[in-house]
Each structure stands twice: as C-alpha cells, then as structure tokens.
C-alpha cells in the first residue's frame, strides 16, 4: 500500500523526467487527456511500444456476449464493452529513413509534462538514430474542453548537428491490435476488430474514416487535417483505405530549422445519424478548429481551466505532494465529466479500458458531489443522463418483479451489463446514488427545470423502487432484505445501514416534493396515498443496532458473525477476493469498503457522536481497502471524530492512488471514484463540509502536518471560499449582488455570510477523540505525520 | 401437477399399449434399463426416430469449460458431462428392402412392456410395410444385474402372410448426433463428437471399437456379438469402421418361419488401462455372456429380481396405480444403483443427461437411505465412492479457507462441477448427507470394515468441516453462517435448521466414535481435544425459533421476510425459478422445497409434537414444490403430524413424478430421488420409520384409502417385515436364529421382536392433528381420497 513516488512534486504539472517503457501501461492512463466526451490515452506519437493503445468516445460500445455456466432468470445476456476506436494520435517519424522508436538508437532525453492549468500533455525527445543522426522533437497534445469533438496535436521535430531527411507519417488507425482481454474467446473475438468499415476519404492533407459497429451498430467518423509550417521545400500527400489513412509528410531540414506540423483530429459518432451526416459533422469540426487554429485551441482550453480551477482549486500548504496530487486528481474529474453532456461518468473516465468502460454508483456518490460543487452544470448533464436511462430502469426494476425504476449495477447505455447478481443486481443502493445525487444537485443549484424534467421522476421512481423492495414486519418496522451494500466483501445482507437510511431520505425527499411538483406528480401517477406510504416507510426505517457492543452492523447480524482470520492471509494476498472464496468473505467480519462509515457520512444525521467514534474505530479493525473508493471516506469520517492525522494519511492515499499505482492497476485506467473522494476527503473531511437535507454545514479543523486549506464550493451561483488554518476558518462569499447572503454552520453555530463581509471563526478545541482505531495487520495507511 | 394417467395400471409393469411418437422422450426414459454401471434408454431397436439416443457408463464423463461472465476465486473452471457412449442398441430391419419405421406403412400393433419382476424391456410390433409386406418383430431387451459389462437383446422378426426377404443390420455407432445441448456453442463443440476413434475390430458375427476422450482422456471399447438361429440359409457379414461397426444379417422367411437374433453387448471404461488391455475385457465379457447365453441371462436377471423384491417390495392395498409406481419407483432406484461399485448414483441415474449426468445431495439423502435397508452391500459401495473422493473433497475445503472435506454439490468424478456457488458451494448440506448415510449404513449393517477403511474418515472429515465452517458467538451458541440449506429459493442464510442439527449429530458422531477407533483416529491426527470440541459444537449448535409465530425459521430471519406475492403469480410462471429471479426468491417466504420439514424428518428428536405440527403447517402454505424431492418428505412429516390423507397425496405425486410425467422433464431421465422418496414416504410415512441414533422405531398408521401396506427392512443381517392394516401392525423378523432378537419402537413402546414371533400391536388412535395446512393457491397435491 505503500509504493515509492515516481514524479516529481510539482504544484501544477505531473512530469516524467525520463521515460521508463515497462511503466508505460501507468503512465498512459496518468497522461491520458479528455473532455468527457472524448479521451486519449498517453500513447507515444509513434504508436509504439505501448501497453493499451487507446481512443475512446464517451458511451461508443459494442455487445459482447455474458456467457453462464448456470443461467438464471433476469440475468442480462450482453454485456457493453468501451471501443478503441479509430487511433488519430499516430505520427512516425523517420529520421533519414530510420524510424523513431525509443527502444533503438540513443534516447539522450525524454520527458513529458501533464499541465493541469493548460491542459495540455507536452512531450520532449532528444534523439541519436541508430546511424548516429540526432533530433529534437517536441509535441504537444490537447483534447479541446471548448471543441468537444476534437483533439490536437502539435509535432515539432528539428535536426541537431547534420542536415536530415524527415518523413513524418500521420495516420488514424482503426481496429488497432489489442492486448488480450480476458480468457473467453468469444468475447475475444468480439472485440478483437469491432469496427466494420463504411466509408474512407482523402485530400492532400486530410483524410476521414467511417466504421459501424457489428452488434451494437454504432456509427462512427473519424477526420485528420493537418497544418504543416516549413521554411523549406516539404512534399504531402494523403491516401485513405478501410481501415487507415495516412499523411505523408517529407522534407529536409537543416540544423536551427525546424518542422512543425499541427494535426486536428475530429471525431463524432451516432446510433442513428447517417453516413453523410457524421461525415459531414466530422468535417465540419475540423474545419471549426483549424479556423480556430492551434493558438486558439491552446488559449480556449488555458482559459477553460483557469476558470475551472479557480472554483475549484483546493490549495494546500504544508504538504506538497498531496497538493499536486489533489490537483491531479481533481483535473482527472474534470476530465470524466466536463462534457459529458447526456453521457454518464465511467469509473475510469475515457483513460482507459478497466471495467470494460462501465459507469457504477461511484458516478453519482463520488464524482457528482465535486462536480455539483465545482461545475454544476457537468452533474446536471450526467443526472440527465441517468434520466434518460429510466425507462430502461422501470423495465429492469419489472423483470425483477419491483416498481419504480432499478438502476443498473454497471452499464454504458443504461442496461444492466453484470454477470453476477449478488455484487450488482442486489446492490440496489446505485439507485439511492442516484437520488442523492439529483437532490444534492438540486440544493445547490435550484435549478427547476431540471427538476421539472428529470429531477422529480428520478426521485419518485427511486422512491417506488424502495417501496416495492421493502416491507413491515409484525412489528410495524421497515426493512430491506436481501440487498448487497457498497462494501463488495458482504452480499444479500438483511437491513444495510447505509442502504437503509439513504432509501429513507430518498423515500422522505420524494414525499415532500408531492406538493411541490403537482403537474409532475399526476403525470407519474402519484397520488397524495402513495407519497403517505413513502412517509411511511421512510419513518417505520429498520436500522439494525448491536446493543452489546454499542455499534451499529453494517446490514443485520454482521457484527455477530465470525471475525475474519487475518492472522491467515499473506501480505500478498491483497486484494482478498483474488485469492479468498466470495463465501468467505460475506460471512466473516471483513470490509472491502467503506460502507457503515459511507453512511455516516452521508447520513451523518443518523447517528450521534459517540456511535459515530464507535463505529468507525469497529470498521477500521475490519477494513482492508481493497478497493480504492474506500479510503477518502475513511478520511472524511476519521476526520470527523477526530483523528486527523489519520485521515490526512487516508486522503493521501486517495489521492496518491493514480500517481502511486497504489493498486498497482492504473495501467486499466485513472480511478475517478478515488480522484473525487480526494476532493471529498479535502473539503468534507478537513473542511467538514456536510449538506443534508440542502443545509450548507462546516465543521473545518487540520491535521497537525497541513497548515492551511483553502477551497471554494458553487451554491446557488454563488461562490463560497474557506479558508481554514489551525486556529481559524474564514468564509468568504463571491459573484453575488451585496444583498445575497448564505447561512450556514461553522462547527455547529450558525452563522451569515454577504459578499464582501468574509466571516472568521475560530476552530473549537478537539473534543476527545474515540478509541484509538487499528487496522487489520499490514491494512494501515501509510503515514504522512 | 395433475397429468393424465399414460400405462394402464397394472401390478408388476409397465406397458405402453401403442406407441406415441410425440412422447418418446417419455417413454425413452421410463422404459431405460441400467445396472448402475450401464444405461441403456428405451431407445427404438432401429435407432429412429429417438428424443434422446442415450447409452451410459457410470462415470464416463468428457470436460467442459465453465464460462463466467465475471470470474471469482475458487470457481470451478471446467464441468463434467456424461457422455452419450457407443450405441449398441441398434437393429435395424429392412423387410424386402424398406426399413421397418414406425413413421412409414402401416403399424397395426406396437406395445412396449417394461417387467419390473423379470428386469427386460419387451417390444411386440404388427407391421405392414408401405409395400405391402406384413411382419411380426418381438424383441427383448436386458442390462444384466449379474454380468454388469453386459446388456444383450433378442430380435425376432417372421413374415406373416407372405414370403418375405429379411435384412438385419446389427450395429455399433459412436459419436452419434444428439440434440442441441444448451447455447454455448464452445460446450456444444466439445460434446458433439466426444469420442476419439482408436480401433476397431471385425469378424464374422462380431465387432469391437475402442475410443478415448478427448480432453477427460477416458477410454471406452464396446463390443458386439450375436447368436443366430433360422431354419433357412443365412448370410451374415461384418465390418468396422472407427466410428462404427455393422453386422448384417440376411436371409428369406416364409410366414410361420422366425428369424432370431441374440445380440451381446459388452462394454468396459477406464482412464488408467491400456488399449489391449481394454479390448480383451469386453472380449471376455462377451465370451461369458455368450457362455451363459440369452436364456441364462435372463434366468439369473428374474433371478436377482426375485431375491431383491423380496427384501424390498412394498405391498400396498387400496390404490393400485400407487402399487405400480412404488415398485417402478424402486425397480429404477435399483437400476441406478445395484451395480455401481464405487462410483456414484447420478441424480438421474443412467436413464438420461438431465443435470449433465452429475450426482447430487439426494444420493446419500434419498437413494442411500432406501438401498441401505433394501440392498446394503450397494449402499456401502456407493460410500466407498465417496470416501475414494475424499482427497479432493479436502483440497475444496482447503480452497474454501476451512478444514475437513467439502464434497461436491455437483460432480461425476469428485470434483465440484458447479458453476453458481451461491446455490453449491454454500449448500454445504451435502457434506451432512454423507455423514448421515455414513452413520446410517453402519448402524444398519454392522459393517466393521467399511468403517475402518471409509466410515470414520468421512465422519471425521465432515466433523472437522463443520467445525471450522462455524464459530462460537459472544454468547457460547454455534453459528453456521451464511450456508444454503436444501431449499433452492433460499441462498446464504445464517443458522439454516437443517443444517445445524445434521450437522450437530454429525460433530457428536464423530466424537463419539473416536474412542472406538483409536488406530484411525490416530491416523487421521485426531486427538481428544480435537473430538471435545466436536463435542462442544454439537452442544452449543444455535437452532433458531421464532417465538412469535411458535415455528422455526428455515433459516435465521426467514420468517421475519416478506411473504411471497403467489396471487401475482400465474399458474403457467411454475417451476418459479423460470420466471422470478433468484434475488426475489431468496429474500421472501417461498420455499421450492422441504428445507425445515426436511429437518422434521432425519431430526425429529430435535422437534416437540407440537412445533412439528406447527412448523409443518406454516411451511406447507409456502412450499410450492418446485423441485421432485420435496413431495416425499412432506408426504412422511405430513403423515407423522397426523394429515394422513395428505400424506397419501404426496406420496402419490411423488410415485407418479415420472410415470405421469409430472415435471414435464422425465425426458431427461427418471428422477431417482422421488423414486427413492416414495418408498420413503411409505416406509417412514405410513410405516413411521425412524432410525435416530441407530435406534428403530416405527409409528405406523395409514390413510384412509390404504387398506395395507407390507414392507420390510434389513438390519444387521436380518429382514424385518412390517405388515400394517388400519388397526394393527405387525412385525415378524426372518433370517436369524431363534436366539436373535431385535428391539424397536411401535409408537413409542419398546418391543422385542424373534425370529419366528411375530409381533402384533393396535395402532393408537390419531391424536388431534395440529392447525389444518394449506398450500400456496394452485399448488395441492392431487387429491387422491
């Protein structure tokens, strides 16, 4: 859990000095830039060597077949499968026809440069060809948050201390070869050339592709143009085929001269737009970009992210390797969603093929929270998204013999595309993700029409789908039975807390909108008898509790089973489920992730004080993190009850996990869920920042290492900056008129802000902490005090 | 659940009057005959047209992969599937040059007569060829009990009215074409040629092909022989080929004239002997059939009939079609089982590829307990089978993080063959099973050496299972958590009753025997602390009880669950699991299949009167009987709480499964463990046999529509013969000296019983029955009172 740093610390960039080829599968997935709707991997220019060569869309999949070796009713039988599709990154080099590939010849220098304010990946070469002639290249890469179809590149490549003949291929690639995916030679099959190709056209210095997908039928248009600048005589020419086009650029340079050639590449794709239509919408794309020329690119995305990050900017002092990490993360967030616009936030963003490209609940609990904080109108196009997908959910929640609306485990287009039900189908809480997501968005922005077309179906189909799931006992108690919680080491428990209490927000918040959206309400069916049953049950809401030991069980009976045998297992037998049976591990007392302390987290105002010290000292000796979703929670709620250090070692560990390789899988891709619990980790953990029911509420305090944080949340079109050094926390309010003012807490106490009046407070003294929590053995985090 | 009636009712067969093409796959299974090491179905002699060509040698298996749309640790990754071995079942007939075809001319007669007392499979055909030709074809068929290499089969076929020329093609063929087995086509790829062709083998009247799979590496030879009688001239030629072989018999008959055909079939498997040594055994096998010839195989096939029906028949008074079924129900238990000498009986024994050929719980719990009192040598044999798996029952447990042995849910060799663990792996049950048909069988026979060799062993391994599958909680009780019990619509419960109390006896068991075997146990590494706490765990096994509701809970929480919604539920959605996903199932009160009444039956010592009744009630209004085990056992707890006539409906449904088809999956094979339940649900039902702790105790008491039931039992080498009439019973020991006597319980008064004294007792009259039970809407059994 404790790898060694590989880049250097630096407050705004992540730079490889010198390139390390068997990394190459990490640092793909670190420099892989995108807007949210399309993403590149951090491949070199040349295509080669790589680990996963990689050009996604933004929900562009293709079926593949989920075989069972005992089928069973309701089980999905395809599954969607993120596309490479058509490569455009490609430029060779061949310096006196000896190709550039830094595996041959002399590689004097090499670096590359993510810079998260220009949002741009540079790259630097000094090179000796094995025939002794020696170059200079530098690239630079973009993918446009202003031009949301394309992506550019620019090649600099110049001779050092001879004249040289320079051929520079540019090509886009389509079904490019691919590492081995998984041991089913069908879904190999399958995937392993999945574009069918259309239609191919070439200018001089242009070309474009188009491909259909075989199952799924989605049509894709890829285009390169090219702007090519030399002082000296260069011969172009294009050619295009089914599968590949290429532009040949060739010319001779003398040392001081340079050639510098700029690449736009455009792309679109549609399930029902025609050939001629993407084709012209490609085109017309890269005719936009290359009128907005290079510069202007590069200006548009500097300008894009200097207004992003000054929202969303958590500035650290006091450890500065967090605070690149915290940026790095949080860019990779922004990269997810940005402009997504009607397309859900995958759990690996568009860096990479983990997961198979799919969206989780870490979308909506993870992801969204930042997002609503920091650029709002990014979560409100993922939860239209969501909406979108609800007719496929009423229909899911159907075959599973439920109303309402059951949102899928894992999906790209919103089927449910899990192969084994007790980790997905059971774990209903995606659907309280949702609500809580579409509620939290909705106090911090008041944005109605959303509500009025998405927002309020989301919430009353959640809330019949928790009606239907659940029921009373003899008792009068509510209960949900059977479900799978966050933690992925329990399965089909009884009465999940977290579970439990979300759906009752759920249930509660659906209730009390009735009155507020009676147009809506009757279009959905809702009568006033209806939302009286979701009162109810959100009232009657079992929440288990072990009296003996004073906590509460992560779902009923779990605090009474048998305590997992740590003792037994190797430090190498991390991750669990690698190398323990499922079986095992639902029965025993072991926690992937957090799942009680998520709750309290995010029901917070579900339990008091004491239960929350409790709780999480019990957790902690139970929790190995094995999955990266864990540790940000862990740090907001050891925060919370006052281990700080601790939870500053928690939220390292968010943050680190990509730079890191924490989980030694980054090569699959960024983890987003990780990057926005970094933020999480920041501002509800430090900043104490908590939201139920829509009441802004602080609780900010710092762990004896950092000795300032500073970070803003967007509410209601205002900007709210605080501002916390250990003695003190100042809120500032920005971007409204003098009379605007907020109300919130600091530490319980409730108090106003108005622009222009920043409010000090001092940060109250720590109250004594709980029990001195301990993890599993060797499970610890690693410590940053 | 109330087909029609297909066979006449008739005492002692089973005769089909005339055919019906449409239900072949019926009677292809009812009319299949097996030794318990070699299966044929009831095939038509000419091979076509068939449901299922079937020809099965215990244990003969090919690999498949087991696909999984998301893999896990300790998954299976290859299943076993019986193969369809070479088919020497088929004569073909060709009258004047048109094959004889059930489909073509004109059948005037066609009966089928299965003889449960003479163990053949007779055939009387009266047909008219589309030409004109009018023959007779009677032929017998039988797979021997006491050569079990051997079926053989006599063909005779005489022209009526004219002369007529006669051609029969006696063949032998592998790799025949089978029906579409599933939509993998990798698995369909692997099992439609499944048989290598090593050699083959000619001469004049005989032939021999030895073929070996090719991923299990398992090697057949069958072989062919025939004796032909005829008054006329006769020509007869054989070839071989690798895939088949084919004697051909010609000649001209006048009318009156007959032309007999005795075809030897011999078969012999191994995975370890050679090619030679392979063909020579199935050479000699034919050489001593041929030796004894078609009259002695079928003296000494009546023979053994007569000896096994007279230890096992159970005479039945007042419902004569359950008379028919209770013996055609046993004569299939034996056929499953009589000669399988260390290997196992299949779920459905070797009448078919339902469930890929795998055996289940239900051997030990159904088929084992009926042999063990019917036929014990074959029970004890089947033992061995599992005590030559124990190894790899250990390394499963071993995978699964416990200790002790974890058998199969699913297997033909031993390995676990399951693909969906939830419902296998979890359903440690199996494991009691054995345990029990262990304890069972010695307390029956006495067996010292069984014991010794295999008994102990598997009585300790499942101890130490069981031991280290549990925990104490804080307050002393023991916990078997998170286990699926027999009930197929629950999964992963906590405390499942039936479980915890086999399991109990097993741990106290073991315990107790470990004084009596000092050299094994010394052997095994058990040690005096090690028995204490088996000693303990038994003691302190947590049984769950609803004080409520005064009934057990299946499992933990069972009763606290939502009741099942069978008014949403359409008559035509059964058997459930095809229409409502496992999720819904396992979360509410719905049970496929006796789980606690299960319970209620082996531990009845652990249950009062009166939580019997209650227990059996509440349970009855939620068991819809979705599996063919369940009605048999509810027909012996029904009958114990007093709802005699119910308990007559039960055991008719169960008698019936196949003969009526009531699963509409008899194509599949026969379901041997409903055939083992029904001579269940009469000797432990109306006969009140109970065999705790190896003490006999019976209650006999009969339904309103039984006018006498006669049975007998073998214990310790004597029968016991239970005669029961409405107001008495009567017990008469045979076999022992007059110095033997044997103690038992008639409802509850010990008696003695002595060879040559014949008991008699009143039965007492019917206490009040408890609460009157009602079964899900739709779901009562047929009425038979």
């Given at each position: 859990?404790?790898?060694?740093?590989?880049?250097?610390?630096?407050?705004?960039?992540?730079?490889?000095?010198?390139?390390?080829?068997?990394?190459?599968?990490?640092?793909?997935?670190?420099?892989?830039?995108?807007?949210?709707?399309?993403?590149?991997?951090?491949?070199?220019?040349?295509?080669?060597?790589?680990?996963?060569?990689?050009?996604?869309?933004?929900?562009?999949?293709?079926?593949?077949?989920?075989?069972?070796?005992?089928?069973?009713?309701?089980?999905?039988?395809?599954?969607?499968?993120?596309?490479?599709?058509?490569?455009?990154?490609?430029?060779?080099?061949?310096?006196?026809?000896?190709?550039?590939?830094?595996?041959?010849?002399?590689?004097?220098?090499?670096?590359?440069?993510?810079?998260?304010?220009?949002?741009?990946?540079?790259?630097?070469?000094?090179?000796?060809?094995?025939?002794?002639?020696?170059?200079?290249?530098?690239?630079?890469?973009?993918?446009?948050?202003?031009?949301?179809?394309?992506?550019?590149?620019?090649y600099e490549v110049e001779p050092i201390d001879e004249p040289a003949r320079l051929?520079?291929?540019?090509?886009?690639?389509?079904?490019?070869?691919?590492?081995?995916?998984?041991?089913?030679?069908?879904?190999?099959?399958?995937?392993?050339?999945?574009?069918?190709?259309?239609?191919?056209?070439?200018?001089v210095h242009s070309a474009l592709l188009v491909h259909v997908t075989r199952r799924s039928g989605l049509r894709i248009a890829a285009g390169m143009d090219h702007v090519i600048e030399s002082t000296e005589r260069i011969a172009v020419t294009t050619e295009s085929h089914p599968d590949w086009a290429r532009t040949t650029i060739t010319c001779e340079m003398r040392p001081g001269q340079v050639l510098r050639v700029v690449k736009f590449?455009?792309?679109?794709?549609s399930s029902q737009r025609s050939r001629p239509a993407l084709r012209d919408q490609v085109h017309a794309a890269l005719a936009a970009a290359r009128f907005t020329g290079w510069d202007g690119l590069v200006a548009a995305q500097r300008e894009y992210l200097d207004r992003f990050w000054d929202n969303a900017d958590v500035h650290i002092d006091g450890d500065p390797e967090l605070q690149q990490a915290a940026r790095f993360a949080l860019f990779h967030v922004l990269q997810s969603g940005a402009r997504a616009e009607r397309r859900p936030i995958a759990a690996k963003g568009l860096t990479g093929t983990g997961y198979d490209g799919h969206t989780f609940w870490d979308s909506e609990m993870f992801a969204l929270p930042v997002l609503t904080y920091t650029l709002p109108a990014a979560a409100g196009e993922v939860l239209r998204w969501r909406h979108a997908t609800v007719d496929l959910a009423r229909e899911r929640a159907q075959v599973l013999g439920l109303r309402g609306a059951a949102f899928p485990w894992r999906t790209i287009r919103g089927h449910e595309c899990s192969g084994y039900w007790p980790a997905s189908t059971a774990a209903f809480h995606v659907s309280v993700g949702v609500a809580d997501a579409t509620l939290r968005y909705y106090h911090a922005t008041g944005d109605e029409a959303f509500m009025r077309e998405a927002g309020v179906e989301l919430l009353v189909e959640t809330a019949r789908l928790w009606r239907s799931l659940g029921h009373h006992d003899r008792h009068g108690r509510f209960h949900l039975d059977g479900v799978t919680g966050p933690d992925e080491y329990s399965a089909l428990g009884d009465d999940n807390v977290y579970t439990n209490l979300?759906?009752?927000?759920?249930?509660?918040?659906?209730?009390?909108?009735?009155?507020?959206y009676p147009e809506v309400m009757a279009r959905l069916g809702v009568d006033d008898e209806e939302a009286a049953t979701w009162r109810d049950a959100a009232a009657t809401m079992y929440v288990p509790f072990d009296d003996d030991l004073g906590?509460?069980?992560?779902?009923?009976?779990?605090?009474?089973?048998?305590?997992?045998?740590?003792?037994?297992?190797?430090?190498?037998?991390?991750?669990?489920?690698?190398?323990?049976?499922?079986?095992?591990?639902?029965?025993?007392?072991?926690?992937?992730?957090?799942?009680?302390?998520?709750?309290?987290?995010?029901?917070?105002?579900?339990?008091?004080?004491?239960q929350k010290a409790r709780n999480f000292a019990y957790y902690e000796a139970r929790t190995v993190r094995d999955s990266s979703l864990s540790a940000a929670t862990q740090a907001v709620v050891a925060a919370e009850v006052g281990h700080l250090d601790l939870a500053h070692d928690y939220l390292a560990e968010a943050a680190l996990v990509d730079l890191r390789d924490v989980h030694r899988n980054t090569r699959d891709g960024i983890h987003i869920g990780a990057a926005a619990g970094t933020w999480l980790a920041l501002v509800a953990?430090?900043?104490?920042?908590?939201?139920?029911?829509?009441?802004?509420?602080?609780?900010?305090?710092?762990?004896?290492?950092?000795?300032?944080?500073?970070?803003?949340?967007?509410?209601?079109?205002?900007?709210?900056?605080?501002?916390?050094?250990?003695?003190?926390?100042?809120?500032?309010?920005?971007?409204?008129?003098?009379?605007?003012?907020?109300?919130?807490?600091?530490?319980?106490?409730?108090?106003?802000?108005?622009?222009?009046?920043?409010?000090?407070?001092?940060?109250?003294?720590?109250?004594?902490?709980?029990?001195?929590?301990?993890?599993?053995?060797?499970?610890?985090?690693?410590?940053?005090?």
């Open positions: 859990m404790s790898p060694e740093p590989y880049f250097p610390v630096e407050p705004w960039c992540v730079r490889e000095p010198s390139v390390e080829l068997d990394r190459l599968g990490h640092t793909e997935s670190i420099f892989a830039l995108a807007n949210g709707h399309l993403g590149l991997r951090g491949n070199l220019d040349e295509g080669e060597p790589y680990a996963l060569p990689g050009t996604y869309l933004n929900s562009f999949y293709e079926l593949r077949p989920l075989p069972y070796a005992e089928a069973g009713y309701g089980y999905p039988e395809s599954g969607q499968t993120i596309v490479n599709v058509t490569n455009g990154k490609v430029m060779r080099l061949l310096v006196d026809d000896e190709p550039f590939d830094p595996r041959y010849g002399e590689l004097c220098a090499h670096e590359r440069v993510l810079d998260l304010r220009s949002g741009t990946l540079s790259r630097s070469v000094d090179w000796v060809s094995p025939a002794g002639q020696r170059v200079r290249i530098r690239t630079v890469r973009l993918v446009s948050f202003t031009q949301r179809s394309i992506a550019a590149i620019r051929i520079l291929q540019s090509e886009l690639v389509a079904n490019e070869d691919q590492p081995s995916i998984g041991d089913d030679p069908r879904v190999a099959a399958v995937l392993a050339s999945p574009l069918q190709a259309e239609e191919h056209h070439h200018s590449l455009g792309y679109g794709w979300m759906a009752a927000r759920n249930l509660a918040a659906a209730a009390s909108l009735a009155p507020r906590v509460h069980p992560q779902h009923e009976s779990f605090t009474r089973y048998q305590e997992f045998d740590f003792a037994a297992i190797d430090p190498e037998d991390y991750p669990l489920l690698l190398h323990v049976p499922y079986f095992q591990l639902y029965r025993t007392q072991v926690v992937k992730q957090a799942d009680l302390v998520l709750a309290m987290h995010w029901r917070g105002d579900g339990f008091t004080a004491e953990g430090f900043g104490g920042l908590r939201d139920h029911d829509g009441r802004l509420a602080f609780a900010p305090r710092l762990p004896s290492r950092i000795d300032r944080i500073e970070f803003s949340i967007r509410w209601r079109g205002l900007r709210l900056r605080v501002t916390v050094s250990p003695d003190e926390a100042t809120y500032t309010l920005r971007d409204g008129g003098t009379d605007v003012q907020l109300e919130l807490t600091h530490h319980g106490e409730a108090i106003v802000v108005r622009v222009g009046q920043p409010v000090s407070r001092p940060i109250p003294p720590l109250p004594p902490a709980g029990p001195t929590p301990h993890q599993p053995p060797g499970r610890a985090p690693l410590r940053r005090a």
